[in-house]
């Protein structure tokens, strides 16, 4: 073979390569992945949280978890409730939200994966968590997570699910695993739910309940949305007489804090659209001595 056709066969191999690449279907473009909400009881003294974001990034190198809080009352399914679905809304529609507040641990209570309508994951024990999401934005589907696969491994404790189960199980739903693989399907007329209770009014006035108190600040959280508290006929401004804990008060209703004096107390509307208590700079449940659930009832105005 004479230089020139060595030459002319090295360019025609190097012009079917080219044209071969051209065509050649272009590599993959890796998902982002869903962000996970990371909601629990077990508080921060420990090394518990750590644990179980290692756990998450072990399998889903790089996900984002946001922490929701890990300071729910011990035990508290209710409070988790409303923490998840204060939250959700704020979160993006694909995220996935793993919520550990599981008394019943390593019980026959299931460990689940529910789809929101919203398009949101929930990866939490059946025992109630989702009541309010379930009511707010309904549950398209759910699954119960029995495949190891999506579990830590088959060394599962009986008390650290968080870790072993849910953790894993929201870390693969993150990196955009298929959810029908975590486990048979559940009906979701079927999952636990809690029985929660809005106030009601009748002749004598409206009946409401101490839920909860805000953070640090001892303001009381109350079961009364602002529709509701609105039918009663009181305006910003106005004195609102009050049977709390069995003992008679007339608090100010007003827009915020510092409407009034430091050191008194008012109803307010809170950030989520609830009637509440507060004492200006104060915490009303030390001043008042009150601890949920506590029964409050305030009369139409006259």
């Not at 009352?73 to 550990?100: C, H, M, N, Q, W």
Request: hydrophobic residues 45%; glycine residues 10%.
């Amino acid at each position: 073979m004479t230089l020139r056709s060595s030459l002319a066969a090295v360019l025609a191999g190097l012009s079917a390569f080219n044209i071969a690449a051209c065509h050649r279907a272009p590599a993959p473009t890796p998902q982002p992945m869903h962000v996970i909400g990371f909601m629990s009881d077990f508080d921060v003294k420990d090394d518990a949280i750590g644990i179980c974001k290692a756990v998450m990034e072990g399998i889903a190198p790089g996900v984002r978890v946001i922490d929701i809080t890990h300071q729910v009352t011990p035990f508290d399914i209710a409070e988790g409730a409303r923490f998840l679905a204060g939250s959700a809304p704020y979160f993006p529609k694909d995220a996935v939200f793993v919520g550990v507040v599981d008394p019943t641990v390593g019980s026959s209570r299931k460990a689940i994966i529910a789809k929101s309508k919203v398009g949101q994951f929930f990866v939490v024990p059946d025992n109630g968590l989702l009541t309010l999401v379930q009511d707010r934005d309904g549950i398209e589907a759910a699954r119960e997570i029995t495949n190891p696969d999506w579990m830590i491994g088959s060394r599962l404790s009986s008390t650290f699910h968080g870790r072993d189960i849910f953790s894993p199980a929201g870390a693969h739903l993150a990196r955009g695993d298929d959810w029908t693989q975590a486990g048979p399907a559940l009906d979701v007329a079927k999952l636990v739910r809690l029985d929660l209770h809005t106030a009601t009014i009748d002749a004598k006035g409206l009946h409401g309940e101490v839920i909860g108190t805000d953070g640090p600040f001892g303001n009381l959280i109350l079961n009364i949305p602002q529709s509701v508290f609105a039918q009663l006929g009181y305006h910003l401004g106005d004195l609102v007489p009050v049977t709390l804990n069995g003992k008679s008060y007339s608090i100010p209703f007003h827009k915020t804090f510092s409407d009034v004096p430091i050191g008194q107390p008012l109803f307010y509307i809170d950030s989520r659209g609830r009637l509440s208590l507060a004492v200006d700079q104060g915490n009303f449940a030390e001043t008042y001595r009150i601890v949920p659930p506590a029964q409050l009832l305030i009369p139409r105005k006259p």
